[in-house]
């Protein structure tokens, strides 16, 4: 099994930031992409920033321009990503999920979720 911790998310104020940390862990032989979805009330969940193995980036059109996702440089695998979150704003308001797909040491692929961190931006 693989196992994906998050920590860091809270209450902001508007214009606020906040940093959003995941670490996988487990029976992992490799990973492909880590990544970070949101789901807030009443809504379905929504990409918010995915990183590969290779460093390739992709962001919800909504997070653009304020939102950073990036990898423990110190690792030659993603293994634990980083969300840096600027400029928050109220709809920013949601659970943040982590995300992790790849293949166990069975070499059978993966995709698991974290259990969620809750992100309120309000004053």
């Known amino acids: 099994q693989v196992q994906l911790v998050e920590s860091g998310g809270g209450l902001v104020q508007p214009g606020g930031s906040l940093r959003l940390s995941c670490a996988a862990s487990g029976s992992i032989f490799s990973i492909n992409a880590m990544g970070w979805y949101r789901q807030a009330p009443g809504k379905e969940r929504e990409l918010v920033a995915t990183?590969?193995?290779?460093?390739?980036?992709?962001?919800?059109d909504s997070v653009k321009g304020r939102f950073t996702i990036s990898r423990d440089n110190a690792k030659s695998t993603v293994y634990t990503v980083y969300l840096e979150m600027n400029s928050l704003k109220p709809e920013d308001t949601a659970v943040y999920y982590c995300?992790?797909?790849?293949?166990?040491?069975?070499?059978?692929?993966?995709?698991?979720w974290g259990q969620g961190t809750q992100v309120t931006v309000s004053s």
């Open positions: 995300n992790a797909e790849g293949y166990d040491r069975a070499r059978l692929n993966f995709a698991s």
């Open positions: 990183i590969t193995r290779g460093g390739s980036t992709r962001y919800g």
